[in-house]
């Protein structure tokens, strides 16, 4: 079935440097969401990009959505301890309905 | 709107012992999914339902049944809770298939 896959699985930076999460799927992707999760709380969506090539910014955060729509990127510019959590990408597939499979995520960790 | 709730929001079970999970939501959403989260396993799909009265099996559906009688209500049910089973339970719903999804707060389970 389809995967998507996430790299790296854990990074640990100083506040003020800055952090990129890459997710890869094993087949074209109609559109890619990303979700943060804070420790101990739930999922919550950022951003979905649906165009080949997509670059999408929120603040210091910039989405890329591959050409191939395959694989797709978080970076986040001078990280604040606010940004500690995980990020999952999650991609549709297609079994009658549309659901989402999630990447395993990347969990971020910022130290001051 | 208090968007997506789950009750409980934690549960200590015995093993063969049963219960069910309430999610309820208050946007009027067509779908509705339930995830299990595990330590570096990401969000794994269990159930999920497109509308009142349907539902259809994700990625993980052994060892648990859903019920959707109710346009904003899905229950998952745990017929005999096995320690495989301890996890962090997420709800979540969206207006389509392709759109954000919204997450509850998540159910702490520990089957012992």
């Known amino acids: 079935g389809q995967q998507v896959m996430q790299i790296p699985q854990y990074q640990h930076v100083q506040e003020g440097e800055d952090f990129t999460t890459y997710c890869n799927s094993s087949?074209?992707?109609?559109?890619i969401q990303w979700y943060k999760q804070r420790p101990g709380g739930h999922p919550v969506f950022l951003i979905q990009?649906?165009?080949?090539?997509e670059v999408k910014k929120q603040k210091r955060l910039t989405f890329q959505f591959g050409e191939a729509k395959k694989n797709s990127s978080l970076h986040i510019t001078a990280t604040q301890t606010t940004d500690v959590g995980t990020y999952f990408c999650?991609?549709?597939?297609?079994?009658?309905?549309?659901?989402?499979?999630f990447g395993k995520g990347t969990m971020l960790l910022v130290s001051p | 709107n208090a968007g997506v709730t789950q009750t409980p929001k934690f549960r200590v079970l015995k093993t063969g012992q049963s219960m069910t999970l309430l999610c309820a939501q208050d946007?009027?959403?067509?779908?509705m999914y339930w995830y299990r989260q595990d330590p570096g396993m990401g969000l794994r799909l269990i159930h999920y339902?497109?509308?009142?009265?349907?539902?259809a099996k994700g990625e993980v559906p052994d060892g648990y049944n859903v019920s959707r009688l109710k346009k904003q209500n899905f229950l998952l049910g745990l017929e005999s809770a096995a320690p495989s089973q301890t996890s962090v339970y997420f709800c979540?719903?969206?207006?389509?298939?392709?759109?954000?999804?919204?997450f509850g707060p998540g159910t702490r389970l520990l089957v012992l």
């Open positions: 339902s497109v509308g009142e009265g349907t539902t």
């Open positions: 946007m009027n959403h067509e779908y």
């Open positions: 087949t074209t992707l109609s559109n």
């Open positions: 979540a719903s969206s207006y389509t298939d392709r759109e954000t999804q919204y």
């Open positions: 999650a991609g549709p597939v297609f079994q009658g309905y549309s659901t989402l499979t």
């Open positions: 990009l649906v165009k080949s090539g």
